[in-house]
């Protein structure tokens, strides 16, 4: 609700985008990547009606035991065990009201609805679908056969190579489901991080994905599990989609595709934009630079680099996986460019200023900083 409603039609509009955005755990565990406003040390457990009600007290019991009883572990997991805390989102059952925000009802099966407590819901669908969807109340977007992965490579694909880039894919409404599995990074789609509970009891990281044992055997068990069935591929998280997309298909795809983590870059960065009212026309990389007569280079921009976009007349660079944004001049756009082609940034006269410019508003720092880092040894 806005705080206040009638200060100004403007307030308006942003308080009926926000409303209509997902929550942040939500967004994290349909996804498998961490949003901005959630703490990466916690695990989002769903849970149907039907799974064991104690399901969350044999997660936190797990915790609490010591990792090194029974098997090894390295030292980052065992520091996070320590700190990990979980949040249960639970299905109540038929015929009931769910009576908190961590409460719901329906089902998560293409063509259902979520109802949570707090009044937030959220349809279901068939990524294949998505064309058709009016997007006028939060929905997840599911790959859950050949058809939908088919769909999806089909908008990656037209993106790349026009630089059109699907409404529905950058919609502040909308999210796609496993986007781990499909060319983001996996780091945050493990049990660590988000787990799904059925009525048999079985723990997986999202109701497409592979079995990865009883809850009783412990979060470190299922994280040691998920990595093993992950180790075999050459792509982030195929442990997410293997019910529904064979690892096979899936490493074929994305091997014909190289840029697939810049485009779900992109997408998150689009989406952001898009929740403050900034609808982009064109974005640098896909098909061609922003800057007359700047040339493509052949290999994709880094993950971690500023999506380069326009908005009418005005250059914005996003920070690929916060929320920061800020405006860029043509001079800075052009530098920018420049050194995302591969230019060295010490021969381009406006790079360091540009590149201090994003530092200074915290976007894509890890990309300014290894460019500077670069730079530096360059000219050692």
């Known amino acids: 609700m806005c705080p206040h409603p009638d200060r100004s039609l403007k307030l308006g509009r942003c308080c009926a985008v926000l409303d209509h955005m997902f929550d942040a755990h939500l967004e994290a565990w349909f996804t498998g990547m961490m949003p901005d406003g959630i703490d990466r040390a916690e695990v989002v457990l769903v849970a149907t009606a039907d799974s064991p009600p104690d399901a969350a007290a044999i997660i936190e019991q797990s915790i609490m035991i010591s990792p090194t009883d029974g098997f090894e572990t390295d030292a980052d ?90 409404p529905y894919v950058t919609h502040q409404s909308a999210l796609i489901a496993n986007l781990a599995c499909l060319g983001g990074a996996g780091d945050a789609a493990g049990p660590l991080n988000r787990l799904y509970v059925d009525d048999d009891g079985i723990a997986r990281t999202s109701p497409v994905g592979r079995g990865l044992g009883a809850l009783e055997d412990g979060l470190q068990a299922l994280h040691r599990r998920w990595q093993r069935g992950n180790a075999v591929s050459v792509w982030p998280d195929t442990v997410g989609l293997e019910d529904v997309v064979s690892d096979g298909d899936r490493v074929a795809a994305f091997s014909e595709r190289p840029w697939i983590g810049r485009y779900v870059s992109a997408l998150r960065a689009l989406r952001v934009a898009r929740a403050t009212g900034r609808v982009a026309q064109q974005v640098s990389g896909f098909s061609a630079r922003l800057t007359p007569g700047l040339p493509l280079s052949e290999a994709p921009d880094r993950v971690d680099a500023p999506v380069l976009a326009r908005f009418g007349a005005i250059y914005r660079a996003l920070d690929p996986v916060g929320r920061a944004q800020i405006g860029l001049d043509p001079g800075q756009l052009r530098a920018l460019e420049l050194v995302l082609g591969g230019a060295d940034m010490a021969e381009v006269p406006d790079a360091g200023a540009a590149c201090q410019w994003l530092l200074a508003h915290n976007v894509a720092r890890s990309w300014c900083l290894a460019v500077r880092e670069a730079t530096a040894a360059s000219l050692a």
């Open 77 to 166: 997991s065992l520091f996070d065990s320590h700190r990990r805390s979980v949040r249960v989102l639970r299905q109540v059952a038929p015929a009931m009201s769910p009576g908190s925000c961590d409460e719901f009802s329906g089902a998560l099966r293409p063509g259902e609805e979520l109802y949570f407590g707090d009044g937030l819901g959220v349809r279901i669908r068939n990524y294949g679908v998505a064309d058709f969807e009016s997007l006028d109340v939060p929905t997840a977007f599911i790959i859950s056969d050949d058809d939908d992965f088919s769909a999806y490579l089909r908008d990656a694909d037209t993106a790349w190579n026009s630089g059109a880039f699907a």
